[in-house]
């Protein structure tokens, strides 16, 4: 029993993915390639991939939201728990970053549920929003600039359905949210919307320690 998260060390850790990680290998193939990239801490943690794999099984998802691909590792492992009719939209402004995450989609033949849109993120959810698709999507995951996280929260409250649910990554931020001496643009863009969420009342919200912290919405109405 305890009052409080326990910590994980390096042992626990490993002892953790080894009685509960379920990688299937082209997610693995994907983040060790990735893994040796310049940027390759941007990735997801394969245990976090898992968790959002259960989350879309669980509510049911079909179509989703992905704001910031990287390599594709997030929209692989969303993609692979969709059902055959499911569809990711997925925003990125990288061809670099993103031509890794395509390969990957091909090979592990979900390639046509991924509708990769190679613009500022804030233009194509306005777009989705003035093409009549609010309240359409079951899913949005927000991994991306973190000066922009509250306007990509705000668009994707819209564009979900009521009883959707919305992730955001690094809401934790390696620990660096809760030291005050930090003060960049990125880490107080996150206090921000952490106190935001904390009194938004058209969600229900929970914070999970996962990966760099994983903040769960549940859009209300």
């Not at 613009?119 to 991994?143: H, M, N, R, S, V």
Request: aromatic letters at 6%.
């Amino acid at each position: 029993m305890s009052k409080r998260t326990i910590g994980l060390d390096e042992q626990l850790y490993s002892y953790l993915l080894s009685v509960s990680l379920r990688e299937p290998e082209i997610l693995q193939k994907l983040r060790q390639e990735t893994a040796k990239h310049p940027r390759g801490t941007m990735q997801i943690s394969p245990e976090q991939g898992q968790f959002m794999r259960l989350l879309i099984q669980l509510i049911g998802a079909k179509k989703t939201l992905e704001v910031g691909v990287f390599t594709g590792y997030s929209s692989l492992s969303v993609a692979l728990a969709l059902p055959a009719d499911g569809k990711i939209i997925a925003c990125d402004v990288s061809e670099e970053f993103t031509a890794i995450a395509r390969r990957y989609w091909q090979e592990a033949r979900v390639a046509e549920k991924i509708d990769l849109r190679l613009a500022p993120a804030l233009e194509t959810l306005d777009e989705l929003l003035a093409t009549g698709q609010a309240k359409t999507f079951d899913f949005a995951f927000i991994d991306a600039d973190k000066e922009n996280y509250d306007a990509y929260y705000e668009r994707s409250l819209q564009l979900i359905r009521p009883g959707g649910l919305i992730a955001i990554d690094n809401v934790l931020w390696s620990g660096r949210i809760a030291d005050p001496h930090i003060q960049d643009e990125s880490t107080q863009a996150i206090r921000a919307l952490n106190q935001k969420l904390r009194n938004d009342e058209r969600v229900t919200l929970s914070l999970i320690p996962i990966g760099d912290g994983l903040t769960l919405a549940l859009k209300r109405h």
